[in-house]
Every structure is written in C-alpha cells, then in structure tokens.
C-alpha cells in the first residue's frame, strides 16, 4: 500500500511539472518570430505570392492557430483569400500508428471549414493519402479570389463535403468526390443566355467525381424563380485552370414561358466558354 501511494504521488508530481513546462513553453512562444520566419520562407520562395499574417501561436489541445491570414497574387491583389483564423493539429490516432496526419479548421467568410488529412508514410511527401473537408455557411460574395477564378460574380451561401485520395503527386493519380448545395444567390453570366445577363437561383445542386485529372460532373441543377438549368459533362483539367476544357450538356427551363425546355451545351475553355442553345 505504501509503495501503491509513493507512486501515486511521484506521477502526480511528474504530471504537474509536464502541466507547468507546457504552460511555460506556451506563454513564452516566440510567435512573433515563428510569424516573421514564416514570411520570409514563402517571399523567398514564391516571391509572386503575398502571404499577410497578424498572429500565430500554440493552442490548447497541442496545436497552431493563426489569425487574420491573407493569401494571394501579388500581380493582382484585389484577389485575395483570407481567413479569420485557421487552427490545425496532429491527427494523434495515426499518428501513433505511424502516420503522418493532421486536422485544420478554418473559419471565413461568414462559415467554417473542417478538414483532415493523412498520409501513409510518416515521413514521405509521396505515398498513399487520404483527405477530407466540410464546409458550411461560406458567403461566396465576399471571396475575391473565387470571383477572379470564375472571371465572374458569384454570390450564395455554400455548404457541402469533398474527399480524395490517391497518391502524393500528379493531379491524375488522385481520385475524389464534390457535393455541394449553394443557395440564394446570383450569377452574373459572361453571355446572355435564353434574354439573361444574370441567374438568380433558390438553389444549386452539384455533384462531382475526379478521376485521371478530369472533372465529371455527374449532376448540376440550378433552381430560380424564372429558370431552370440541368448540366452533366466533363472538365478536362489543365495547370492554367483558365484553359481547362468544358464538355457539358443539359438543358435550360424557362419557368415563366409554359415550361419551355431547350437543350443547351458548353464546350470551348474555361476562362472563355461557348454557349449552345438549340
């Protein structure tokens, strides 16, 4: 019994001294030189990015959180992606299974986005991974570098999951699958279509699948008030998403015009799509 108490009391002692240096070590982080060295790394490197950063420090469980993180293109910095906080930490679970993983929340935009992912060599950018992302209640409005991509207006709230895995390395060695519903928004078209210069919808349903560096979606269905679009098709992707090929059919809907239905397709290139309606 005594030893039983000597014991006890030794490992309360022991984990009360890991509690107080891991108190220490956090109230003595060197964020603002963990801040400054993370700067330089990314100008050095990818001297075309700008990386803008307030803060960063440990958390509580063990992890890193950074606050207020601007991302974008220094050509263009009107197109920028930033996120209020983003938080990560180990996946301890693979972790100890000798894995390397780790889970991220990013809050943005008026929602949250949680992801996860793992690696099945420990200490290999290469291999076998598996990823997932949620995310919820993102105002698409307020992201400038989404409106840059699309060369368009796009607003709506977002929500949906996607997953991937595959090996570490070419897009066409990764396999994945997109759902999405974006509701109450606008798009602003590039060309009129069917008399509009911009849809306004209720609701967008979207389902994809990437596979061998393509895009195949498998369900697109955008509801509004005056119109209805079904889309299903291909997207050839390319390093210059701008010259990623369309090869889309489905059909348009007029709501207000006794339901008038006339096929439609997209072919040409993403930054400059053309637009059939037959």
């Not at 803008?52 to 606050?67: F, K, N, Q, R, Y």
Request: net charge positive; aromatic share 8%; hydrophobic share 45%.
């Amino acid at each position: 019994m005594k030893l039983f108490k000597i014991s006890r009391a030794f490992f309360g002692y022991a984990l009360a001294g890991v509690l107080m240096l891991f108190i220490f070590l956090y109230l003595r982080f060197p964020g603002d030189a963990v801040k400054n060295y993370l700067k330089a790394s990314v100008a050095s490197r990818y001297p075309e990015l700008l990386f803008v950063l307030d803060s960063i420090g440990p958390t509580i469980p063990p992890g890193m959180a950074m606050e207020n993180l601007t991302i974008g293109f220094r050509g263009r910095p009107e197109a920028v992606l930033h996120i209020n906080r983003l938080a990560f930490a180990p996946g301890w679970l693979s972790v100890i299974q000798g894995k390397a993983a780790v889970a991220a929340t990013a809050t943005l935009y008026g929602g949250e986005i949680k992801g996860s992912g793992e690696l099945a060599k420990a200490f290999s950018s290469r291999g076998p991974f598996l990823s997932t992302v949620r995310f919820e209640g993102l105002r698409l409005e307020k992201c400038l570098l989404l409106q840059d991509i699309l060369a368009s207006q796009l607003s709506g709230t977002l929500k949906g999951s996607f997953t991937a895995t595959g090996d570490a390395g070419p897009l066409k060695n990764v396999a994945g699958k997109i759902e999405a519903t974006l509701t109450n928004g606008n798009y602003q078209l590039l060309d009129n279509l069917a008399g509009f210069d911009k849809i306004a919808f209720s609701r967008i349903d979207l389902k994809m699948e990437l596979k061998g560096g393509a895009l195949k979606i498998t369900s697109l269905t955008v509801n509004g008030d005056k119109l209805r679009i079904t889309l299903k098709g291909n997207i050839l992707l390319a390093a210059d998403l701008q010259e990623s090929r369309l090869d889309l059919t489905g059909s348009v809907e007029l709501q207000g015009a006794g339901g008038r239905r006339m096929p439609m397709t997209i072919g040409g290139v993403w930054g400059n799509p053309t637009v059939k309606l037959m």
